[in-house]
Each structure stands twice: as C-alpha cells, then as structure tokens.
Nanobody, 120 residues
Framework: VQLQASGGGLVQAGGSLRLSCAAS????????MGWYRQAPGEQRELVAG???????NYAESVKGRFTISRDNAKNTVYLQMNSLKPEDTALYYC???????????????WGQGTQVTVSS
C-alpha cells in the first residue's frame, strides 16, 4: 500500500489550497483518514480527521477554515484550506488506517508530506 499526497504550494495569506492524498495497493477497507502538519522545530500535530462514516474532528486552530472530506471510491482524502494564515505554514502529512486485503489487519500508512507555505 502506498499513499500519494499532492496539492501543497505557496499562497498569500487569506488564500486557499486543496490537498489530496490517494491510497493504492491491496486495500480491503480504509477506516480513519487524517491530515497532520509539522512546522520547523515543532512536533507533528493533528489537523483534521475523518472516520469511515464521515465523522470529522479538527484542531481548534483550523476550525471554520479547513474542511476534511473523503472519496471512498477513490481511496482519497482531501483537505480544503481557506483563509490561510502564515502560522499554517508547515509540512502536511496524510495518514490512513488501512485494512489490507492479504491478512485483514489494519496498518497505519503515512504519505510523503507536502509543503504548504503561507506568505504574509
């Protein structure tokens, strides 16, 4: 199983970006999907998560500005980021908890990280 993240970039404060993360491989089912971020010198933190039934949760700092969604047919999770602030600058990682077809065990997979830079 592999995750491929995309959509990062450089944007001015107040702008928007949409991140995508697609999983491929021997997938039986995907449970929780999420986005994390890590700024230089900081610990990785949860930005948003979404369960298989669509329940979402967000970090307080992004509530009302970011929206997480998923397309189960495409094994893809999205993060729509609006009203971006310079403090949102970080390397963004996707994570998917995937039940693999081979043994029906759940494993946690991470994407490669995509850089989001917000200029003031």
């Amino acid at each position: 199983v592999q995750l491929q993240a995309s959509g990062g970039g450089l944007v001015q404060a107040g702008g928007s970006l949409r991140l995508s993360c697609a999983a491929s491989g021997s997938i039986f089912r995907i449970n929780v999907m999420g986005w994390y971020r890590q700024a230089p010198g900081e610990q990785r933190e949860l930005v948003a998560g979404i369960t298989s039934d669509g329940t979402t949760n967000y970090a307080e700092s992004v509530k009302g500005r970011f929206t997480i969604s998923r397309d189960n047919a495409k094994n893809t999770v999205y993060l729509q980021m609006n009203s971006l602030k310079p403090e949102d600058t970080a390397l963004y990682y996707c994570k998917q908890n995937i039940v693999v077809s081979t043994n029906r065990y759940e494993y946690h997979y991470w994407g490669q990280g995509t850089q989001v830079t917000v200029s003031s």
